[in-house]
């Protein structure tokens, strides 16, 4: 009995390594629907909101962030969302813990993950705000933002 119960914790620790190690987030599932994140830089998603009169929706987030990898899934990944999304805003996704994320962590004072972030074409906040939000609520507060 002892050494079943050593078993399940080893298999359990291990289950729990693998299922925060998730390989880099890929946030374009499916080019048809969804949300459509800007491959480039930060820079570049302000010129093109400049460019094009938006705003730039931003997720900073954590591959190992289980509320990240829940909006990706059951929201970012939603038709409705990715319509409303794709037309409205420059959508730019960064990881927050390396590279040009880890500045702009550094630059808006996020705290935790998920950051969701609207920015005007300066770079400053028109809105910010955190966690998982299901489609239909993060679909009302995309359309409530104003320029």
């Given at each position: 009995?002892?050494?079943?119960?050593?078993?399940?914790?080893?298999?359990?620790?291990?289950?729990?390594?693998?299922?925060?190690?998730?390989?880099?987030?890929?946030?374009?599932?499916?080019?048809?629907?969804?949300?459509?994140?800007?491959?480039?830089?930060?820079?570049?998603?302000?010129?093109?909101?400049?460019?094009?009169?938006?705003?730039?929706?931003?997720?900073?987030?954590?591959?190992?962030?289980?509320?990240?990898?829940?909006?990706?899934?059951?929201?970012?990944?939603?038709?409705?969302?990715?319509?409303?999304?794709?037309?409205?805003?420059?959508?730019?996704a960064l990881d927050?813990?390396?590279?040009?994320?880890?500045?702009?962590?550094?630059?808006?004072?996020?705290?935790?993950?998920?950051?969701?972030?609207?920015?005007?074409?300066?770079?400053?906040?028109?809105?910010?705000?955190?966690g998982f939000y299901?489609?239909?609520?993060?679909?009302?507060?995309?359309?409530?933002?104003?320029?």
């Amino acid at each position: 009995m002892k050494n079943f119960i050593i078993t399940a914790i080893i298999l359990i620790a291990i289950a729990g390594v693998y299922a925060f190690t998730n390989p880099k987030v890929d946030f374009n599932i499916d080019p048809e629907i969804g949300i459509q994140f800007h491959r480039g830089s930060f820079s570049e998603a302000l010129e093109i909101a400049k460019k094009e009169d938006k705003l730039i929706f931003l997720d900073i987030y954590a591959t190992w962030c289980g509320p990240c990898k829940r909006l990706k899934a059951k929201t970012f990944s939603i038709k409705e969302v990715g319509d409303y999304y794709n037309k409205t805003f420059v959508n730019i996704a960064l990881d927050g813990v390396k590279g040009e994320g880890l500045e702009l962590v550094k630059k808006y004072n996020v705290t935790g993950y998920p950051t969701l972030l609207y920015i005007n074409s300066k770079g400053e906040i028109v809105k910010g705000t955190s966690g998982f939000y299901n489609s239909s609520d993060f679909l009302t507060m995309g359309k409530s933002i104003k320029k």
